[in-house]
């Protein structure tokens, strides 16, 4: 599976930002999609997953209420949607993918996007 992410940007915090993660080679259909970010210096984390399985959605406590991930399958694209963004939430996004069930564990993916950056700075 060739993942590209997208969205990134400057933002203010309190602003809003989606996310896109696009597939190509196959349909997403039958992956499980999360995406993770990493900030500098801190490890990777997990922060939403969207489940092939039975559409269930899993969200980080630090994001639960701000964040909703969501998928388009007809676009083959899979979307988080970012809101009342803080500082905090800077770091480099990527999206991964599995044929398995949501897990925050990144060993669990066998593919990747790019990553894209999003920095929250007033």
């Known amino acids: 599976v060739q993942l590209q992410a997208s969205g990134g940007g400057l933002v203010q915090p309190g602003d809003s930002l989606r996310l896109s993660c696009a597939a190509s080679g196959v349909t997403l259909d039958y992956y499980s999609i999360a995406w993770f970010r990493q900030a500098p210096g801190k490890e990777r984390e997990g922060v939403s997953c969207?489940?092939?399985?039975?559409?269930?959605?899993y969200y980080a406590d630090s994001v639960k209420g701000r964040f909703t991930i969501s998928r388009d399958n007809a676009e083959n694209t899979v979307y988080l949607q970012m809101s009342s963004l803080k500082p905090e939430d800077t770091a480099v996004y990527y999206c991964?993918?599995?044929?398995?069930?949501?897990?925050?564990?990144?060993?669990?993916?066998?593919?990747w996007g790019q990553g894209t950056l999003v920095t929250v700075s007033s």
């Open positions: 991964a993918a599995t044929e398995s069930t949501c897990s925050w564990w990144g060993q669990e993916y066998d593919d």
């Open positions: 969207s489940s092939s399985r039975d559409g269930s959605t």
